[in-house]
DNA sequence: CGAGGCCTTGACCGCGGTCAATGCCCGTGG
DNA sequence: CCACGGGCATTGACCGCGGTCAAGGCCTCG
């Protein structure tokens, strides 16, 4: 179970064994249902997810009403509402489960002692953050360059498995259009 | 002269005389002229810039040929393309003065070297990647939920001296509508 | 079983892009 | 110093992508 996370972390991460063990306790495990809330609009996001098993989302509501799907992190994934997260700011984002889900959390405290306390760990933290931007830049690059049935075709090369395991009301608005045009782009598409 | 970037980095880094020299030195003086090139397409980012005066935006150009005004920094900012700077990637985004620009520049090298030996400039580094998240994920979120209009009067409250000084044609690639509309924005609003 | 949410399909429409024509400003060279 | 040329701004006519509204069928879960 630990395992998993100890596995995920070694690609990204060269943790020595004092601390590896330090880590592993700071991260708590949890279990969700589906469509059950992890994180509310308005509190502080407290923890950092790594999802074991299950799928997950990140989305906002807009002043019209509309969900925006941000992030959608399945299995083997890491993943957080990481501007309230970062600025301890109350969150715009909301965060629920999309399926049944087992995730392992570590508290915003926890988290940032080890930043302090471990090179390693703060070069991880470095590594979310650079990431994390480069995402974003190019999530707003194809969002502004591409029409919605490339963006479509976009997901479908890069992440077919979206496309399997989310629905289409919460795919629609991760590819920001609407539930008909993506019923009718999955229809015209052959 | 180097004055002014000493009292930039007072605001939002705590360096101590040993170091706050050897920073001091590493930032190079550069002039630009306007419309002069500083970056181009395909090359790596290899410098981080402080502006001292005039300005400078960082775009790319899409597939149809148009250009997207990704950042505009004027005087007393800092800027780079950060993605590029990050990851040692040949640059999408060119940059280029807008005006004619005295800014300080100080190299990868110089800069990781420094993120490296002193604590202070780590912390500095994070901020200024958490910050670029935190903007480029609120950038999303205002092109997807609001109207050209409502994305105009935006920059009209948040940088009214982006619409003094920046050309039309800038202006309209970073709000990412035509030249045509912003003209027409512009005139119809009273 | 029934009810509510999700998906699909159709009709309609509006925001903002494209294309084109004109005028203006500004830098450059004769 | 003026003449010219090219880029920028403005305005008008047109149009298409994708959103909205509405109706109908289907699946799921209580």
């Not at 019209?64 to 301890?88: C, M, V, Y």
């Not at 926890?110 to 974003?136: G, K, M």
């Amino acid at each position: 179970m630990a395992e998993q996370i100890r596995a995920f972390l070694e690609t990204k991460v060269m943790l020595e064994e004092p601390q590896l063990s330090i880590v592993e306790v700071a991260f708590k495990c949890q279990t969700f249902k589906k469509n059950e809330q992890i994180l509310r609009t308005g509190e502080v996001c407290n923890n950092f997810y790594f999802i074991a098993s299950g799928g997950i989302r990140v989305y906002f509501i807009t002043q019209q009403g509309h969900e925006k799907t941000r992030h959608i992190a399945l299995d083997n994934t890491i993943i957080s509402a990481l501007s309230s997260f970062i600025s301890r700011l109350p969150s715009m984002e909301l965060i629920v489960a999309m399926e049944d889900t087992e995730l392992y959390a570590i508290s915003h405290d926890d988290f940032f002692h080890l930043v302090q306390s471990c090179r390693e760990w703060e070069l991880f933290y470095r590594l979310i953050l650079e990431t994390a931007y480069i995402t974003q830049t190019r999530r707003v690059e194809t969002r502004v360059t591409l029409s919605a049935k490339q963006r479509y075709d976009l997901v479908m090369r890069d992440n077919p498995e979206f496309i399997q395991r989310v629905s289409n009301k919460v795919l629609a608005s991760y590819l920001d259009i609407t539930q008909e045009t993506l019923s009718r782009l999955k229809s015209s598409h052959h």
